[in-house]
């Protein structure tokens, strides 16, 4: 027994060394791509010494002789910190992906593919002004310095992802940023999705009327009425089904309601309590691990600019220069249509024009799968756009047989100047100067809030389709592409466009809200981004003669829900305080403690506090009981209680309180009745998920900001390192936006909000400040991974200085790239 057990300690010996042995390589070969930053590297195409000097928080401040060499300088830092981050982001937009994860993004590659972002983003670099390319250029060069030293230094394959998708690295070329740009309009795009599900509600419901109901028009004049689905497209019938809409982590679609958001406002200085103009900018992404965003300042010819930069792209797309500062918020432009074709049932390679049946445009790609054989895909395109798949956004649902769906979209140009207008803004000098450089966006659409020292402005960039008068559906839900009053005529003359320039009260702002209200087809769009976190913007500017910096960073991180202050009086107005006390222990007593809870809530989503949840799980409940009964498994598509919707059925507008009512149940329901059993329902999960003690319950615990990493995120073990979770305040409605997820076990994790911060002061603009959600570097090993993220969450910036001397004097490392002789 002795010698058994002297066996059994040899071996856990040895299994310990092996281990520690084991784990040290690991780390070794990973902690090999860890950046030095204190280094001198020789590399070919550059004019002079370029420096990268950063500061405590890794902030990039690259200081050069020439424009082209800072660029340069721009993408060495790109990929010295976020190398994997760009590498995805360059193989979505090629429809790559599969070579490394396999059958599991099939469907996103097989979808980009059909969409031909890259090869019209490689048609696109032509179209780019000297200027620009040259950019491009140096930045590609930048990029493939620091690929060329990884190779050269064996650095870790630059990566510790590298390690475990062993792939060859493609230099970088101008297209890939085009790619990416292009990309970034996936994300922040929705109206082809509102579409199908439109006219998926279209068919389902019995009264078309109460379409009006569940998805609301946003309040105020303009908007014609519609014909039903059915009479648009023939031959579509009505689908129960659920929606198919669970994307890959890597996929860059979004689903319904995560189309982008952001919040941009600004102050003339008449509203300035020092004199100087002032812009705050948070726009909105999902969250990622790294994040989306990188903080860089560039020492360009026309002056230092600093702010937020997206890895791939040679772009401060919000920030500050000495003169000039802007932001960015998503327009919702109704910039997509889809347009069933009908094929020839002779010849299914024909559809229907308004000149007779005409051939498909046609090409094959192949896409190689890791682990399985290579798929060839037929990629087909009408005049309309491309052809594409009946399962995605459950198009197959709207398509009758015999048809097929194309979509028209602006960001498929093939001539896409949106980087070249990018960089015309932030070498900008001036409000009309950055306007007038906007005017070569295409897309995706954006609200441009800008501030120069004495004036503020927003002006919409991108392009707005041009329909016909007599469009079929007016754009808002699929409609037939053989009829020509349903084809896009061009584009509408970009002084069109919305713009806002020195309003006479000071103030501007936008938070995704409906910004002009013209009739079809001068509308922008049916659809907007947001009708609620504007009455509470609009309450903080009016409350103050003046603003300050303070004033604006307060409004940023404000949590208070209007929402809930408007729909609670509704929700409640039966229920309290009314009744005997209960037994302690019944469902009755733990919904009276609820309503207590409720009654002396102010509204604010505070972390810290339970009524936001037991609030936000009442309203969800409630929202699912008044249409389930009537949309079935159809119903799971609204992720997101809708308050226009309570607030039409409470109210009863146009009859709209039938939805309290069970329409398979004898007895006729009220709206109290309705809230009563949604209440019950709320508590019976907040029991089971979080514990009977209402008092103690947090927020925070449901509101977890999940910055997850998109590759390792879901792996045991290494998924601790990887991910970065927050509790956080805030909710889908407030300023201080933190959208939940609205589907799973818990619905209620923040994943989606605003991952960059900057607020600018024109009277000192180096006491300007800004802050991203993680931190600059995407290697889980490095201290700067996550070293902004407690800042981010607990509201605090960091300084966004453009004085040389402060960033040397607290510089964590200087790298010098040398002419290589």
Not at 206 to 218: E, G, K, S, T
Request: with cysteine; hydrophobic share 40%; glycine share 8%.
């Amino acid at each position: 027994m002795a010698v058994v057990f002297q066996w059994l300690v040899r071996l856990t010996a040895v299994l310990i060394v092996l281990a520690v042995v084991g784990i040290s390589l690991v780390y070794f070969l990973a902690s090999r791509s860890l950046p030095n930053y204190d280094a001198i590297v020789r590399v070919p195409g550059i004019s002079d010494t370029i420096e990268i000097v950063r500061d405590n928080a890794n902030v990039p401040h690259i200081f050069a002789a020439t424009d082209r060499d800072v660029f340069h300088g721009l993408g060495f830092a790109h990929a010295q910190d976020r190398l994997w981050q760009m590498m995805m982001l360059r193989r979505t937009a090629q429809g790559r992906l599969s070579e490394l994860f396999g059958t599991a993004t099939v469907d996103v590659d097989s979808f980009i593919r059909r969409l031909d972002i890259y090869r019209l983003s490689v048609q696109s670099v032509e179209a780019q002004d000297p200027e620009t390319l040259a950019a491009l250029e140096a930045y590609a060069a930048g990029v493939n310095a620091r690929l060329d030293q990884i190779n050269a230094e064996a650095l870790g394959r630059g990566a510790p992802e590298m390690f475990l998708f062993k792939t060859a690295l493609a230099p970088w070329r101008p297209a890939d940023t085009l790619a990416i740009a292009k990309l970034m309009g996936l994300q922040l795009s929705s109206h082809m999705s509102e579409e199908v599900l439109r006219a998926r509600m279209s068919l389902a419901l019995d009264d078309p009327a109460r379409l009006a109901d569940i998805l609301p028009d946003v309040p105020g004049p303009g908007v014609a009425s519609l014909p039903e689905y059915a009479s648009l497209v023939p031959g579509a019938l009505p689908s129960f089904a659920a929606l198919s809409d669970d994307p890959h982590p890597l996929s860059p679609f979004r689903p319904r309601g995560f189309a982008g958001a952001s919040n941009a406002w600004a102050a003339a200085a008449s509203r300035s309590a020092s004199g100087g103009t002032l812009l705050a900018n948070d726009p909105h992404l999902g969250f990622s691990a790294p994040a989306v965003w990188y903080l860089a300042r560039l020492e360009l010819s026309s002056g230092g600019v600093i702010g937020g930069t997206i890895p791939g792209m040679p772009v401060v797309l919000t920030g500050r220069s000495d003169n000039l500062g802007w932001g960015l918020t998503t327009a919702y432009v109704d910039d997509q249509d889809v347009l069933i074709e009908e094929l020839n049932p002779d010849n299914p390679e024909q559809y229907r024009t308004p000149d007779g049946f005409k051939e498909f445009e046609r090409r094959d790609s192949i896409l190689q799968i890791k682990d399985a054989d290579p798929v060839t895909l037929t990629l087909r395109w009408s005049d309309n756009g491309p052809i594409l798949p009946g399962s995605f956004r459950n198009l197959d649902t709207v398509t009758p047989p015999g048809h097929v769906a194309a979509l028209s979209w602006t960001v498929l140009s093939p001539r896409d100047t949106s980087v070249q207008a990018g960089m015309g803004v932030m070498m900008a000098q001036s409000v009309a100067e950055a306007i007038a450089a906007g005017e070569g966006y295409i897309a995706p659409a954006q609200n441009l809030t800008l501030v120069d020292r004495t004036s503020v402005a927003l002006k919409t960039i991108g392009a707005v389709p041009r329909r016909d008068d007599a469009h079929n559906s007016q754009g808002r839900m699929p409609s037939l592409g053989a009829r020509p009053e349903n084809r896009w005529q061009g584009r509408m003359a970009y002084s069109s466009n919305p713009g806002f320039v020195a309003p006479v009260g000071g103030i501007l702002g936008n938070t995704n809200n409906k910004t002009i209200d013209r009739p079809f087809p001068n509308h922008i769009s049916f659809l907007w981004g947001d009708t609620q976190r504007v009455q509470r913007w609009r309450r903080l500017m009016q409350a103050r003669e003046v603003h300050t910096r303070d004033s604006f960073i307060e409004a940023q991180l404000d949590t208070v829900s209007l929402t809930a202050r408007t729909l609670l009086p509704f929700m409640g107005a039966e229920l309290w305080f009314t009744g005997e006390a209960a037994p302690a222990g019944t469902p009755e007593r733990q919904r009276q403690r609820a309503l207590a809870l409720l009654a002396e809530w102010n509204g604010e989503m505070n972390e810290h506090w339970p009524e936001p949840l037991i609030y936000a799980a009442w309203l969800r409940a409630l929202q699912d009981r008044m249409v389930r009964d009537e949309l079935g498994p159809l119903a799971d598509a609204l992720t997101h209680p809708e308050p226009l919707f309570i607030e039409r059925a409470f109210r009863d507008v146009e009859g709209a309180g039938i939805w309290c009512d069970v329409r398979q149940s004898a007895p006729v329901e009220t709206c109290a009745d309705m809230a009563r059993l949604a209440l019950d329902d709320a508590l019976i999960w907040i029991n089971e998920t979080w514990g009977s003690q209402l008092e103690s319950l947090r927020w925070g615990d449901a509101h977890q900001a999940t910055h997850d990493h998109q590759v390792l995120g879901e792996v045991p073990v290494l998924k601790h390192f990887v991910n970065i979770r927050q509790s956080t305040s805030g909710g889908d409605n407030t300023l201080q936006r933190g959208l939940t997820r609205g589907t799973g076990q818990n619905p209620f994790r923040n994943v989606h909000g605003a991952g960059y911060r900057g607020v600018y002061d024109f009277a000192d603009p180096n006491s300007s400040v800004f802050i991203i959600s993680t931190g600059q570097s995407g290697h889980f090993l490095s201290r700067h991974y996550d070293d902004l993220a407690q800042l981010w969450r607990r509201g605090e910036y960091i300084p966004m200085s453009l004085d040389e001397g402060l960033a040397r004097a607290a510089a964590v490392g200087v790298t010098r790239l040398e002419p290589l002789r």
